[in-house]
């Protein structure tokens, strides 16, 4: 008999395929995944959404994001999950939000939170959640290793990106790609700033969001780096035109500041045959395979060396790679598992690992 899944996304962001956000992103794979595999799935998220299974709408923040309105976004959140617990006879509620616990249900359904963004992001009561019944998990080791001590997980599940859809026959042309959430972590000014010091022409593509501060980072860092002609800002784009910019740039720069957990846009790369030139952020470290599939820099001169030297990379080995290693399928049948597991039979206190006790990190992993 199939699950009925209720997936809760972070209430200012729509959830669909073309999503620039990756927990949004995962929410999207994962509805269709339920919904393909015979499964019941029920999506909790803002008005724009577009999903596979049933949707549950709250309306959508319009303008600047104040905090009056972040709160009442969460309020109606919670109200909303509660309807959908009433409606549906829900196995499994799955949260994906930074702010998780403002709408965090009563105790009954197991909830799964999975932990998208960098732990020193979220409230640190948020980490040790009293409701029972409640699982947190990370998606990867980078992320995990910055975990406070004492944090109870399950098992890491990596993230994936359908690899086979992002295959395509468009030639290689001369410049480089950025792409992401406009906003000061991300660091696109140093990538228009390599990119200017290599000699090469740069495109950006981005959603910039209503927060104050990423609206003054784009008025103030991006836009008067920009020409118009070899220094573009091309605004968000869909799945189609993602995928043709990211097989036909020479290089994909990831500047992040911050402690990336992942980053799907670079596994994106890498499935397009483009190598990827980051700053060993976070997971990025892991992700990018120095020398072989893109480079690991530390400035924004070195970003422009590596600019210039990506023709020495194999696209064929980008795309091998992966393939082998960054499949949403896998990623996919993880999550269906773990849910299988937390409905039929909980979670044993053994089967978690504990961050920074004896036993805990690589070696506390269950079978």
């Given at each position: ?19 620039p ?19 019941r ?8 959404s ?48 930074l ?13 799964l ?18 409701r ?23 098992p890491?599940?990596?993230?994936g ?46 959603r ?8 003054q ?50 596994m ?18 892991d992700?990018?395979?120095?020398g ?29 790679t ?24 909980g ?21």
């Amino acid at each position: 008999m199939g699950l009925t899944v209720i997936n809760v996304a972070y209430p200012l962001a729509p959830v669909r395929q073309d999503t620039p956000g990756g927990a949004e992103h995962v929410l999207s794979l994962l509805d269709g995944a339920l919904v393909r595999g015979g499964h019941r799935s029920v999506v909790v998220a803002c008005e724009g959404s577009s999903t596979a299974g049933a949707l549950v709408t709250i309306p959508a923040v319009r303008g600047k994001i104040s905090a009056e309105k972040w709160k009442l976004a969460q309020d109606l959140m919670r109200i909303s999950l509660e309807d959908a617990l009433r409606r549906f006879d829900a196995d499994l509620v799955h949260m994906h939000g930074l702010d998780f616990p403002a709408y965090l249900p009563r105790p009954g359904v197991p909830v799964l939170v999975t932990l998208h963004l960098p732990l020193s992001w979220y409230d640190l009561s948020a980490l040790f959640p009293e409701r029972p019944g409640t699982y947190l998990h990370c998606v990867s080791s980078a992320q995990r290793r910055e975990c406070p001590d004492g944090v109870r997980l399950l098992p890491d599940i990596e993230n994936g990106v359908p690899v086979d859809r992002l295959a395509s026959s468009v030639s290689k042309r001369d410049f480089a790609l950025a792409m992401g959430r406009i906003c000061p972590e991300k660091g696109f000014h140093l990538a228009l700033d390599a990119a200017r010091r290599a000699g090469k022409s740069l495109v950006l593509a981005g959603r910039v969001f209503g927060y104050r501060e990423h609206e003054q980072y784009f008025r103030y860092k991006i836009a008067p780096r920009l020409d118009g002609s070899r220094y573009r800002f091309i605004g968000p784009i869909g799945f189609i035109r993602k995928r043709r910019f990211l097989t036909a740039a020479r290089c994909l720069l990831v500047p992040s500041l911050a402690p990336e957990t992942s980053s799907l846009v670079a596994m994106e790369a890498l499935a397009c045959g483009t190598p990827v030139i980051a700053f060993p952020s976070g997971a990025l470290g892991d992700i990018v395979e120095h020398g072989r599939t893109g480079f690991l820099v530390r400035n924004e001169e070195e970003m422009a060396e590596a600019i210039g030297a990506v023709s020495s990379l194999s696209p064929a080995v980008c795309r091998d790679t992966a393939r082998e290693r960054f499949s949403s399928e896998r990623m996919l049948r993880n999550y269906l598992e773990v849910y299988g597991r937390i409905v039929e039979h909980g979670i044993t206190p053994g089967a978690l690992l504990c961050c920074g006790s004896p036993g805990g990190g690589e070696g506390g992993r269950d079978s």
